[in-house]
């Protein structure tokens, strides 16, 4: 007779830091990007502001499954941010 294997519960790992780490940053750049209209058109800073929004609903979404990816996805955020405006004012010649 085969035994038959007993089921684990999966392993609570408590609470933790990440996904409160990753909205303060997340919040952080929040201003970053509203900032941004001190430089860039308006119509830039509306694209900015979409693309936060939905940087911010995927760090919703990722709260539990996946807590240590919403400090990732922050400073990833504020990469694009400084990315996108020294590439708008290269290119596209943004000034103050």
Known sequence: MA???V????RDEGLTPWPFVG?????SAFFLY??????APAWAVVALMVVWVALFALCCLWWTP??????WVA???????F?????GAYFLDWQA
């Open 75 to 81: 400073v990833g955020s504020m990469l694009f941010w």
């Open 83 to 87: 990315v996108s405006l020294n590439a």
């Open 34 to 39: 509203a900032a941004s209209g001190l430089v």
């Open 66 to 71: 996946h807590p240590r990816r919403l400090v």
């Open 23 to 27: 909205m303060v940053l997340m919040a």
């Open 3 to 5: 035994r038959r294997r």
């Open 7 to 10: 089921a684990r519960p999966p």
